[in-house]
């Protein structure tokens, strides 16, 4: 028990320390902006052989913010677009010249802190797949995606904007399932 007490001690010196050295400086760690490549989609099992055949080109991406290096880190639209790109391209449905285009609108974002120290976040945003040839929307719908992070996940000033980074990850494959859904089921064949 006493080995404890003594850690527990030497813990709250470490972290009091570290506080009161950073509040002396006027320094502050900049804020990163969330990266593409944390919120790409995983292996959800998406394997559709329409939209990979038809193709599907990015159109815009609105909504996101640009992070201020003296602020909290944001999800910007050019990350988004490549975190969609990048997805699409997994699957084996992005192409320039797709019968489809894609637009995205960051909607809403729901940051909440725990009283035990983590991070929740929801992302939502509203996804619209237009026919480039006839001009109609053949699939519209707003999806959320969320995650809690906690200082096991990250390092306290990451916390944001990797709770960010995984909700929007959610987000992104929540979308992509309902999209996969939506059309018919053909076997892709560039996929396993």
Do not use: H, W
Not at 130 to 148: E, I, L, M, P, W
Request: aromatic share 6%; glycine share 10%.
């Amino acid at each position: 028990m006493m080995k404890i007490t003594r850690l527990t001690c030497f813990c709250a010196a470490a972290i009091a320390l570290a506080a009161v050295s950073g509040c002396s400086s006027n320094r502050r760690v900049p804020a990163e902006p969330c990266r593409s490549y944390s919120m790409v989609a995983g292996a959800i099992g998406v394997n559709n052989a329409t939209l990979a055949n038809a193709g599907v080109r990015m159109g815009s991406v609105v909504g996101g913010k640009k992070t201020d290096p003296r602020q909290n880190s944001n999800i910007g639209n050019v990350g988004l677009r490549g975190a969609l790109e990048q997805s699409l391209a997994r699957f084996g449905m992005l192409s320039p010249t797709g019968t489809y285009e894609l637009n995205a609108t960051l909607v809403e974002e729901d940051v909440r802190l725990g009283r035990d120290g983590t991070v929740s976040v929801t992302e939502t945003a509203f996804y619209q797949l237009r026919d480039v040839r006839s001009g109609r929307d053949v699939f519209q719908g707003v999806f959320s995606g969320g995650a809690t992070v906690s200082a096991m996940d990250a390092l306290p000033g990451a916390m944001l904007r990797v709770a960010k980074e995984r909700a929007m990850k959610m987000n992104i494959e929540n979308f992509l399932l309902a999209l996969d859904r939506a059309f018919p089921q053909e076997k892709n064949p560039a996929q396993p």
